[in-house]
């Protein structure tokens, strides 16, 4: 089963997502089950799950209330203050939505640097273990040093760094995150996405040959039981179609067994979020 293990869904409300900014337009608008089902058809993938965009108790809901609605949305990725006092309580209710997988913070956005070290913060992770909900990891490569630090205190907790920490594709630049992308792989309970990548890159004159570098390093450092395929889509517009995003990530797996692309292509994605 092909499974894109990072999209998005959301009924576009101009000052909610103010992020969508001009140079966005082709993503000012509403992005809905009955948009993407067609795509998924097309590029033969089954099922895909459905990641936050916006930090709110209501986004989890929503895409809750899309999931089961929708059998092909296998899972849901959403938001939680995961600072609040009351977090296990919050939990505790969550834990009864099992299309609710795990949760996501917007760290990127986070002036401070080392966001995810915070005391509260992790009072809130390690709080999730509890209830086997997993934590993707949303970062610039600038804060990767902090994910170092974080992935080792949090042993037991399913973690998954997306589109890939967001490295320079526009630049090259590649040795310092590829140093520190191999050492947060060292954690065994680490996986990554294959995600992304395009909109990382300049948007209209990227080539395939421009991630190629990136993803030899990925699949070095994580190996093909720790990659999971995503498109970022409606994101991934931006730079590039549906059929493009996911021809550069089995383009690249091709020389790879078929059992190996099997898993980066769906099967980790349901081991990690218990599809």
Partial sequence: MVIDAHQHFWQYQPVRDAW???????IRRDFLPEDLIPVLEDNGVHGCIAVQADQSAEETSFLLS???KHDFIKGVVGWIDLRADNIQEQLQQYAGYPLLKGFRHIVQAEPDFNFLLGENFCRGIKALAQHQFT?????????????????????????IIDH??????????????AAQMRRIAQAPHVYCKLSGLVTEADWQQWKPAHFRPFLEVALEAFGPNRLVYGSDWPVCLLAAQYHEVKHIVTD????????????IMGGNACSFYHL
């Fill in 20 to 26: 969508i900014d001009e140079s966005m337009e082709v």
């Fill in 164 to 177: 890939l920490a967001k490295p320079y594709v526009k630049t090259g630049e590649l040795a310092e995150w």
């Fill in 252 to 263: 690249f797996i091709s020389t790879l067994s078929t059992s190996e692309q099997q898993q």
């Fill in 135 to 159: 934590y993707d990891i949303l970062v610039y490569p600038k804060q990767l040093p902090a994910v170092e630090e974080f992935v080792q205190l949090f042993p037991d907790q399913a973690l």
């Fill in 66 to 68: 899309l999931a089961e």
